[in-house]
């Protein structure tokens, strides 16, 4: 008999909600979302009732992650980790001026001092102090290792322990930048930190896992971790390796870029900076497309075109079981990019590095970081993918947040020369085209790149499910 049982879980650093389509589309349901980005959130709660029909706005909560834990009725700040302490920094101090507070909330105080147990903890803490872009910038051990325990992003990623110290849920999900598998000592500082959390502790592994592997067409890897928590992993024998190997036995190869936004209306860029007048939109096929506007005036199913597969498209929209489709499309707006740019942006050659003979006339228009080498040949050095045309019949680069600064690596290889779209970004990361994105148009880009791809995100929550499942069937 299939259990029915509703699963909870929290989401903290939740950004706009990668995480969170994934595990409500597996019918779990949100106790809290948290993060300290204002426009993600508003995202996610743009979009609750369609993921989330049953969990109240006010669950999604703004603020620090260190006053939620205080709210969790352990006001205890300074917490041991392997040898580590918590500890203020002055640039901790300025980060969180920048959050409302919530320490004198009253409701978020009645929210949360009444979670006293999840099933599952989820969610990507920050990772500067992880990543090889952050570790580059410190060149001894110690130093590495002094910029850990001192960066307050990692400060966080302890408080996200002390959650799972305090509510003791059965599994535990973390997700950071692949970085952190080659980072002295970090992934086995965490793995062992875990395995101590709290009055049982957890069974924990860590895995890199590539979104390419799972249906994208998109080259992201990240390192996940997992905790089991250990009591019901030795009465169950239940391990978060073995959660990690029925994981991958799902992994069924990467699209190609084509089925994935090949269907999307082919829009010019933006004529003009900041300009979303309707009256100056480009008409085409008679049709006009709002580059510069949220959502179209077209209805969504004649814009889409059906010349390509459908498959992807369909299991993107899919949630719970129903195949849903807005009445309208949403954020695919183009940005405004200038001369110079549209000519190298239409030169480039799709998945050939600015250095690549193929592209030496888009080569001839870029200024920055430009060399002669010993055959009067001009190149670039050191930023050989900062112009770079995606390639329709391969996969995309990794889809990150400095979108939001410029989309000179992530051209789009139609007629038109442009960077892609938050559409285009959103479609490449598998978001559902009905989940809307509230913010900016470089707010929008920087949401969808630090999220986590809601279809990988659907895997773990599907196997997490299978686990509950089997505890529950088996006997607690």
Partial sequence: MKNKKKYTYIDLFAGAGGLTIGFGNNGFHLEVANDIAEPALNTLKQNLKLTHPKTDLDRVI??????????????????????????????????????????????????????????????????????????????????????????????????????????????????NVKGLASASGYRDLIEKSLSDTGEYGYDAASCVLNAKDFGLAQNRERIFFIGVRRDLSEKHDITALGIFEEIIKEKNGPAKLKEVIGDLPQIKANPKPNNYKEEA??????????????????????????????????????????????????????????????????????????????????????????????????????????????????????IIAHLETDGNSYVHPGEFPRSITPREAARIQSFPDWYFFTGSTRNQLKQIGNAVPPMLSSVFAEQFKNVLDSIIQNGK
Avoid: W
Avoid at 354 to 375: C, H, M, Q, R, W
């Fill in 281 to 398: 939109e480009i008409s085409f096929n008679n049709k006009k497309l709002c580059f510069g506007k949220n959502i179209s005036h077209i209805a969504y199913d004649d814009l889409i075109s059906k010349t390509v597969d459908s498959n992807y498209r369909n299991k993107i929209n899919t949630y719970r079981g129903e195949l849903r489709k807005p009445e309208l499309l949403f954020n695919h707006k183009s940005r405004y990019h200038n001369g110079r740019d549209l000519f190298i942006y239409k030169n480039l050659v799709p998945g050939k590095y600015l250095n690549d003979p193929a592209n030496e006339k888009a080569l001839s228009k870029v200024t920055y970081g430009v060399v002669i080498d010993e055959n009067g040949k001009k190149k670039v050095k050191g930023f050989g993918d900062k112009y770079f045309k995606l390639d329709p019949e391969s996969v995309s680069k990794t």
């Fill in 62 to 175: 703004l603020g620090d992650i260190k006053e939620l834990y205080e709210h969790l009725g352990n006001g205890e700040v300074v917490y041991n980790m392997q040898g580590h302490m918590v500890i203020e920094t002055n640039k901790e101090v300025e980060l969180r001026k920048k959050v409302p507070s919530v320490k004198d909330n009253v409701e978020i105080k009645n929210i949360l001092s009444k979670i006293t147990h999840v099933d599952v903890l989820a969610g990507g803490p920050p990772c500067q102090g992880f990543s090889m872009i952050g570790r580059s910038k410190k060149s001894t051990l110690e130093e590495r290792t002094k910029g850990f325990i001192d960066d307050p992003r990692n400060q966080l990623f302890k408080y996200y322990l002390k959650f799972a110290e305090k509510l003791s849920p059965k599994l535990v999900l973390i997700e």
